[in-house]
């Protein structure tokens, strides 16, 4: 099944679209505030240039039906405001759901709303069974959004991914489709 690059998603405050390369600056502004990818497994990128490349990467992996990354824009002012994203896992029917907000939008309920939007997403249009997330254990920002969408923890993990050589623990979730 081909999912289109022209898909639009709604809610009563925001649309969801497939990223592009008008959302370098959004990515390279979130990622300049001091302490916004700790909890994140990947790291600031040193140019714009390498948010072309990733831009790059996920519009291909889209294509492919690998990963399906959305850029969370508000509806007024419309503005790009965070990406949300699902990617394939190994095991059959589970993906794993990601979301970031720009730091000067934090505290508005969008990374709710947005993967909200994107989890109904991922069980009728890619027919997920399981989707799966986690979030370093001082998160707890991210630890609010995930268990107001229904995540049921599975475990902590005290080596969830390393960052700077050492080891951030996480809370691991996931999300069956019967639930």
């Given at each position: 099944?081909?999912?289109?690059?022209?898909t639009?998603?709604?809610?009563?405050?925001?649309?969801?679209?497939?990223?592009?390369?008008?959302?370098?600056?959004?990515?390279?502004?979130?990622?300049?505030?001091?302490?916004?990818?700790?909890?994140?497994?990947?790291?600031?990128?040193?140019?714009?240039?390498?948010?072309?490349?990733?831009t790059?990467?996920?519009?291909?992996?889209?294509?492919?039906?690998?990963?399906?990354?959305?850029?969370?824009e508000?509806?007024?002012?419309v503005?790009?405001?965070?990406?949300?994203g699902?990617?394939?896992?190994?095991?059959?029917?589970?993906?794993?759901?990601?979301?970031?907000i720009?730091?000067?939008?934090?505290?508005?309920?969008?990374?709710?709303?947005?993967?909200?939007?994107?989890?109904?997403?991922?069980?009728?249009?890619?027919?997920?069974?399981?989707?799966?997330?986690?979030?370093?254990?001082w998160?707890?920002?991210?630890?609010?959004?995930?268990e107001?969408?229904?995540f049921?923890?599975?475990q902590?993990?005290?080596?969830?991914?390393?960052?700077?050589?050492?080891?951030?623990?996480?809370?691991?979730?996931?999300?069956?489709?019967?639930r």
């Amino acid at each position: 099944m081909e999912i289109s690059l022209d898909t639009i998603l709604k809610t009563p405050k925001l649309s969801l679209r497939a990223v592009d390369f008008t959302d370098v600056d959004l990515v390279w502004e979130a990622t300049r505030f001091d302490g916004f990818n700790d909890g994140m497994t990947w790291d600031p990128p040193e140019t714009r240039e390498d948010i072309v490349r990733i831009t790059e990467r996920n519009l291909e992996h889209w294509k492919q039906g690998k990963d399906y990354v959305f850029t969370i824009e508000l509806l007024n002012p419309v503005c790009a405001i965070g990406r949300v994203g699902l990617h394939k896992e190994s095991e059959p029917d589970t993906w794993n759901i990601g979301f970031w907000i720009h730091p000067d939008h934090w505290g508005n309920g969008y990374a709710g709303e947005a993967s909200r939007s994107v989890l109904q997403f991922g069980f009728e249009a890619i027919g997920a069974g399981k989707i799966v997330t986690a979030h370093a254990v001082w998160n707890t920002r991210s630890q609010r959004v995930i268990e107001s969408l229904g995540f049921h923890r599975v475990q902590e993990n005290p080596a969830g991914f390393y960052k700077n050589g050492k080891p951030v623990p996480e809370y691991e979730y996931e999300l069956i489709r019967a639930r």
